[in-house]
């Protein structure tokens, strides 16, 4: 796999079963993942089945087609990336 940029920050729109995995589970296999020093995740929507999730995750030279394969594995589904942050440093994002 080629690198071509130091990625720091990642936010994702997932969706998973109520039950399984739990969020304790998806988080352990996301910070098993190299390069992710920090995990934050937020339970944005439920309903009867399916629970929708936004995902931050932040480090140094995320592997994110490891992040990716290791969510689908669990049996989540990565709906969107909504936010990349790479670079040498982070820029938080302001609001207009």
């Known amino acids: 796999m080629l690198k071509l940029v130091n990625l720091r920050r990642l936010v994702l729109d997932i969706h998973k079963s109520v039950n399984r995995p739990s969020l304790v589970e998806l988080s352990e296999v996301i910070t098993r993942v190299s390069g992710v020093e920090a995990i934050n995740i937020t339970v944005t929507e439920m309903d009867v ?12 030279n995320i592997d994110h087609e490891a992040l990716m394969k290791n969510i689908e594995e669990l049996g989540a589904v990565i709906q969107s990336i909504d936010e990349v942050a790479a670079g040498k440093r982070l820029i938080e994002n302001i609001k207009r």
């Open 49 to 60: 089945g399916t629970m929708g999730l936004n995902v931050t995750v932040e480090g140094q």
